[in-house]
């Protein structure tokens, strides 16, 4: 399954990018580190303003702050589980992770796939790993748990059971156990997320975060000027800009262009952003300016 997702946050990053180039430094977006340390002490911080998928103050408060997140899976997880239903594990993931809860991995076998979220289930990966090394059911068989369990269809859930707890007691389960490791996985299969789409989601977060920390006055001209129709999102990003200690120049047809831009150490507003300032005389006042 693919999902085909127009998100303007591609828009900003690809902008960014531009204007990165335009200052003199060599930067390929999709080439940046996935351990930046200066990048996940800031997401620590919960300095996410404009940051896709990590800026929400619940986001920041009661998820970033607190799990001080350091590597790219943790990324992947917190996106996958920042949703009614997983959020419940939030607290869990947190603990684990900061070593003040044991992981608890079901049965010993399931350790490899739980580990990476420490014995929480998060992915419907996970759910079709643990059918295939409980129950040595196929990845084709397993998707069909997976699908059984997602859409609670009774029939096919009560079949499926019997098919995984035979699986596993013939790969030397205990029957109980096999049927305790079914119940708990179900509960969790209906609203499991996609790892797959989490972990997309969360290299755009990555990405726009890389830049925020490396690169802020191109990113917040990039992400005002994507937002400029929004006054409310406008003032918002203009007031976390001057707490970044980026200075808002105001607009000045010698200097400025429709857009936002980066001017030394600080951002240059649009012209477009003025009120009644339609895009084509701007266009015109740049043409005359340039020429």
Known sequence: KFDFLGLKTLTVLAQAEKMVRQAGHDLDIASIPLDDRKTYEMIGRGDTTGVFQLESSGMRDNVLKKLKP??????????????PGPMDNIPSYIKRKHGKEAPDYLYPTLEGILKETFGIMIYQEQ????AQELSGYSL???????RAMGKKIRSEMAQ???TFIDGAVSKGVPEAKANDIFEQVSKFAGYGFNKSHSAAYALVAYQTAWLKAHYPAEFMAAVISADMQNTDKVVTFIDESKNMGLRVLPPDVNESYANFVASGSGLRMGMAALRNVG?????????????
């Open 70 to 83: 350091d590597t790219f899976e943790d990324i992947i997880a917190v996106v996958a589980l920042y949703r």
């Open 127 to 130: 759910v079709m790993q643990i």
């Open 140 to 146: 084709g068989g397993a998707d069909i748990v997976r």
């Open 160 to 162: 499926q059971r019997q």
């Open 279 to 291: 895009r084509s005389a701007v266009d015109s006042i740049v043409a005359a300016r340039e020429e």
